[in-house]
């Protein structure tokens, strides 16, 4: 569900991250989608701590088909110590995968912003993965309403 | 003359008595309210400091005076159950030491309604508002500050027909400093715009930014010297306009209540001198009380939004918060003590507006006749009578919407009907006549159209608890102002302490007493759909057309809604 870009494509991203979204259209409507695998695929089954990332996301989406998303995660972002990888994925989307940032040294600054799709209310985790194997994340829930009431 | 004192001990007994002599004329009314208190007195103030506020918010383009019944339900939840502003009627008259049947009694609870009215008369009208602002700025020359929280250009017919411009002349004669706005935004963005250059005076919204790029729509704040010290007047719209109103309105613009943002205006603005710091603010009184208390540096915070009207401001931290009711009722008085960059002392008053108390101010009277001369006629026609109040306010129910419910039921041939949760609406008391435009002032909007659509059980049970953790999410930040949708033909329990998706049950078909089915569909009528292409009649003209066939009405304000958890 990644792909990777070249350097410069990278650069012009800005921060210097490689970005791909890979965004489910319409699956079979299950109440639990697969984001749960998903994240035992980037972690190996290990349990990431909470801490040193940072998820900026709206409260209450103002448009579930266009949702403003941001990270950030705390590093030097040296050879010695790193983000390679964040993993973000919606628990409540029909497919649970949103996208996949690598980083390296060169990156700079381990953060990203892009755009988000969510069907509904729910809740969206990011995992960032340092080259030494060490896991940390955040949680966000955004509220879908369906709107119209308020006055 | 009478003091202030006699003022406030003039007994509910004696508005009572008076009321039983018949709903009386607006000469009668007016001789009655000026016999018991006098326009020096509602104006009474001993003023202090350097710096007055003078705040009006939510008219909801009533140019005209009206009728207003507070709500006898307002719950809170959270860290706001059962304090101010979710304390109504006799409680709140009890918080506040106000004596039962005194102006202000009146003007803020629900209790002896009818009577105090027949008695006190309407209230607002925006030449009677007009006066009292010349009178503070008479007395306290070069130190008034006069600021408009917004909802100011709509709901009215006269506002729809001439897109607010009736509203912005009449406004313009008030001279205001500053404004923000909420139901502005459903003018859409080039009529928004269009008014904005020519306003002659700033519109401020710190939190309103292009999509794409984030960049500023509007100016976020503005300095004004007053009484030697420089006042920030920041601008907050409602964080929450692209979701509570229809967001193709205003497709390039985005909200949010951007902490983040505020707090860097605020510490911007104080770096530049402010002395004074004011956020002139549409998020709802529960929003700002929470923001007041993680946003530092602001002084004073002029709300709005949930119409809600204080006799005394609330403290959260160093920051007082302003509540100045809605639709012209209040003209709120704050003057300041500020020395050094610091309130040092502050005196307030909630200024009543009673029409036939306040001498309306000729010019502003005049550009309203003006604008209202080609309609007049019409708006007067009578199209129906009511034998009961017809009120808006409260959480689940209003007699008001009970009668569009009604319209919509039988002039949709709907089996439910859903009325949109709105706080604007001036009330009518028993046995008056309804008028075309008594039905444009509960209506009046830019997507009126009533649709008619199938709805499944399960549908409808998800649109309730939408709505519902709109309105009682504990977190005041996931909240958008507004009451609960209302509902015809329908009855439905709900738990407001418990989580989305938990708080309805019980939802039951009137008409057959059956529970709904999840999968089956039910015909549904409803109006203020915020999607983009909404077909159906006006929903002023399914009223029209229901008080044709039924010209009395008589709705009891019996709800159909079973309140747990509150």
Redesign the interface.
């Known amino acids: 569900m990644t792909t990777t870009v070249s350097r410069r494509e990278a650069f012009a991203l800005g921060a210097g991250v490689v970005a791909v979204l890979a965004l489910g259209g319409a699956d079979k409507a299950f109440a639990k989608n697969d984001s749960d695998d998903l994240i035992k695929a980037f972690t190996g089954g290990k349990a990431p701590v909470k801490g040193k990332v940072k998820l900026d996301l709206p409260d209450i989406a103002e448009n579930g088909n266009t949702v403003p998303l941001a990270f950030t995660v705390e590093s030097p972002m040296t050879e010695a110590s790193h983000v390679t990888d964040v993993l973000i994925v919606a628990e409540g989307n029909p497919r649970g995968g949103l996208a996949t940032f690598h980083f390296s040294p060169r990156s700079g600054v381990a953060e990203a912003a892009t755009r988000i799709r969510l069907a509904e209310t729910q809740n969206v985790i990011a995992i960032a993965k340092m080259n030494d194997g060490t896991l940390f994340m955040d949680t966000r829930q955004v509220k879908v309403t369906i709107g119209g009431c308020g006055g | 003359m009478t003091t202030r004192r006699d003022l406030l001990q003039f007994s509910a007994a004696a508005a009572a008595a008076f009321a039983a002599t018949g709903l009386g004329t607006g000469g009668l009314t007016r001789a009655f309210a000026q016999q018991r208190v006098g326009e020096a007195d509602l104006l009474a103030f001993e003023p202090l400091g350097n710096v007055t506020l003078v705040h009006v918010t939510d008219i909801h383009a009533q140019l005209m005076p009206v009728y207003f019944r507070e709500p006898t339900f307002n719950l809170g939840v959270g860290d706001a159950k059962g304090v101010p502003p979710h304390v109504t009627g006799k409680a709140l008259l009890e918080t506040y030491k106000i004596p039962p049947g005194s102006p202000l009694a009146y003007a803020l609870a629900d209790i002896d309604f009818e009577a105090l009215a027949k008695s006190y008369g309407r209230v607002g009208g925006l030449d009677r508002v007009a006066t009292v602002i010349e009178s503070i700025r008479a007395a306290r020359g070069d130190r008034v500050v006069l600021l408009d929280g917004g909802d100011t250009w709509q709901n009215s017919y006269t506002s729809l027909a001439t897109k607010g411009q009736d509203m912005v002349d009449c406004m313009a004669l008030l001279k205001p400093d500053a404004m923000t706005a909420h139901?502005e935004f459903t003018l859409g963005e080039e009529r928004v715009k269009e008014i904005v250059e020519k306003l002659g005076f700033p519109f401020l919204c710190q939190n309103v930014r292009e999509s794409e790029f984030q960049d500023e729509v509007f100016k976020p704040s503005t300095m004004i010297e007053r009484g030697g010290v420089k006042i920030a007047v920041i601008g907050q719209a409602?964080p929450?306009t692209?979701?509570?109103?229809p967001?193709w309105m205003i497709p390039n613009w985005?909200?949010?209540?951007r902490e983040k943002e505020l707090q860097a205006e605020v510490d911007k603005v104080r770096a530049a001198g402010a002395g004074l710091v004011v956020l002139l603010s549409h998020n709802g009184f529960d929003v700002d009380r929470k923001l007041a208390s993680r946003v530092t540096g602001i002084d004073v915070i002029l709300t709005a939004h949930t119409h809600d009207a204080l006799p005394a401001p609330v403290k959260v931290g160093k920051t007082l918060l302003i509540a100045s009711g809605s639709h012209g009722k209040f003209v709120s008085r704050l003057d300041l003590d500020v020395r050094d960059g610091t309130v040092r002392d502050f005196r307030y008053r909630l200024i009543p507006v009673l029409s036939d108390v306040i001498k309306p101010n000729a010019a502003v009277a005049a550009t309203i006749a003006k604008h209202r001369a080609p309609h007049e006629k019409m708006l007067g026609e009578v199209v129906g009578k009511t034998d009961t109040t017809l009120y808006r306010r409260g959480n689940f129910n209003g007699t008001l919407d009970d009668v569009i419910c009604d319209a919509l039921l039988a002039e949709r041939d709907a089996e439910i009907a859903l009325s949109?949760?709105?706080?604007?609406g001036p009330s009518l008391l028993p046995g008056q006549s309804i008028t075309r435009e008594d039905v444009y002032n509960a209506t009046a909007m830019t997507y009126p159209a009533a649709y008619r659509m199938a709805m499944t059980g399960t549908r409808l049970k998800?649109?309730l608890e939408?709505?519902a953790?709109?309105i009682f999410n504990p977190?005041p930040?996931?909240q958008?102002?507004?009451?609960?949708?209302r509902v015809g033909g329908l009855s439905y329990t709900i738990d407001i302490g418990k989580p989305?998706g938990s708080r309805i049950g019980d939802l039951t078909l009137a008409r057959t007493g059956a529970s709904l089915a999840p999968d089956k569909d039910y015909t549904v009528a409803g109006w203020?759909?915020?999607n983009e292409g909404t077909e159906g009649p006006a929903i002023w003209d399914v009223v029209f057309d229901h008080l044709k066939k039924k010209p009395t009405v008589a709705p009891t304000g019996a709800s159909t809604v079973k309140i747990l958890g509150a």
């Open positions: 139901w409602l929450y692209p979701i509570a109103n967001r985005t909200f949010g209540i949109p949760g709105f706080r604007w998800e649109i939408d709505v953790d709109n977190d930040y996931l958008q102002g507004g009451d609960m949708v989305i203020a759909s915020v």
